[in-house]
């Protein structure tokens, strides 16, 4: 959604436009507020209104993050496996 609003920014401008256009958007202070903006709309989506979603969010994400974390170790694990090494 926001790559589809961006391109709806720039999709009028000249090609020598764009990097002033984007250069403030990677600014520290600009992706501090944007993260800021971000979770404020969570915390009065969620927080606010007392639902479950904000746990779910936390059980999944652990879940997935210890899967990643596990990944390499696995992957080298099969590939050693298939190797014939015992």
Known sequence: MALRNL?????????????????????????????????????????????IDPLLHVCFGGMIFSYLVALPEERRHLEHKQHGGH
């Open 7 to 51: 391109y709806k920014e720039i999709k009028g401008m000249k090609v020598k436009e764009v990097p002033a256009h984007l250069k403030p958007m990677l600014s520290i202070d600009y992706a501090k507020n944007a993260i800021r903006k971000g979770l404020d709309n969570y915390h009065a989506k969620y927080i606010e209104t007392s639902s």
